[in-house]
């Protein structure tokens, strides 16, 4: 096998700069060196620089960019609309006299296999039906539902204007002993909260049988639209006047119409 020597010399003096022995195995480990040498650059300048956008199959960054809000966005939305479904489900729940819920995941039983059940009559459910039907024939039944709920008072004070519902005054203003938070009278579900030049932050909750309760004159609201409140749960802050006094503002509404609080809370 040949060696063979690789000498840099300065043209004009002939003095030898430098000189490299070479053989086929020297050229053959120094070139796959820059080979890689180069391959690894060039993946890196792919990977990590606009380039990429220039050669087929990559796709544009900004296109990830908006794949990924796009998605946010669904989230948001599936969201929203799972509590709009919660929130319609509690108002026609409320509106029935049944509980209000906080999600309508558990409604569904996972554990069964739904796709499975038959919808079959059996000769012993035939024959239920039939005594049944014969007891109930010439049985009268008197429904009755009952509108009475137990009402918690949403602060603890002194009444200082009470209800006149024929003359238009359909609410009782409060004056609250201490700092404590306004309370839901009852369990519901936050039907609308917002603020008025008139009345502040107030808020409107729904409960069963058809009872709706109002509160108002509030610095700061706790919980916002759709919220499933319990009775007895903190719900607002009473905003203090320039005495320093709480005054809050309630009025209770039954079967879409006003009626006095005092009826029905023990303040």
Same mark, same amino acid.
């Given at each position: ?12 003096t002939?003095?030898e700069?430098?000189?490299f022995?070479l053989s ?8 796959g ?9 060039t ?21 990830r ?6 998605s946010?966005?669904?989230d948001s ?6 509590e ?10 409320i ?8 999600s309508l ?6 554990t069964?296999? *739904?796709?499975? %059940?038959?919808d ?5 459910? &035939?024959?239920? #039906?039939r005594e049944?039907y014969?007891?109930? $024939? ?9 509108d ?6 949403p602060?603890r004070g002194?009444i200082?204007?009470k ?16 700092e404590?938070?306004v309370?839901s ?9 917002g ?5 502040? *932050?107030?808020? %409107? ?7 709706? &309760?109002?509160? #108002? ?6 919980? $916002? ?10 719900i607002?802050?009473?905003k203090?006047?320039q005495?320093?006094?709480?005054i809050?503002?309630?009025?209770l509404?039954?079967?879409n ?5 005092e009826?029905h809370?023990?303040?």
């Amino acid at each position: 096998m040949y060696k063979y020597r690789f000498k840099i010399v300065n043209e004009s003096t002939f003095e030898e700069l430098a000189s490299f022995r070479l053989s086929r195995m020297n050229v053959f480990v120094a070139g796959g060196i820059v080979a890689l040498l180069l391959i690894f650059i060039t993946i890196m300048v792919i990977a990590y620089t606009p380039l990429r956008e220039y050669i087929p199959g990559y796709a544009d960054v900004s296109i990830r960019k908006q794949a990924l809000e796009l998605s946010k966005r669904t989230d948001s939305l599936e969201t929203a609309m799972q509590e709009k479904d919660v929130f319609l489900y509690n108002i026609k729940a409320i509106i029935d006299g049944r509980p209000p819920v906080r999600s309508l995941q558990a409604m569904k039983d996972s554990t069964r296999n *739904y796709q499975q %059940i038959q919808d079959a009559k059996s000769p012993e459910d &035939s024959t239920l #039906r039939r005594e049944l039907y014969e007891e109930r $024939k010439f049985k009268v039944e008197k429904s009755e539902k009952k509108d009475k709920l137990f009402f918690f008072s949403p602060v603890r004070g002194t009444i200082l204007d009470k209800a006149n519902i024929p003359l238009g005054k359909y609410g009782i203003r409060i004056r609250q002993n201490g700092e404590d938070p306004v309370k839901s009278v009852s369990d519901g579900v936050v039907l609308y909260e917002g603020w008025s030049p008139y009345s502040d *932050y107030f808020m %409107i909750i729904i409960h069963p049988n058809r009872f709706i &309760s109002i509160y #108002r004159n509030n610095a700061a609201l706790l919980h $916002k639209a759709g919220d499933v409140v319990r009775a007895g749960e903190a719900i607002a802050q009473c905003k203090p006047d320039q005495k320093g006094e709480r005054i809050l503002y309630f009025e209770l509404w039954h079967n879409n119409g006003p009626t006095d609080p005092e009826n029905h809370i023990s303040f």
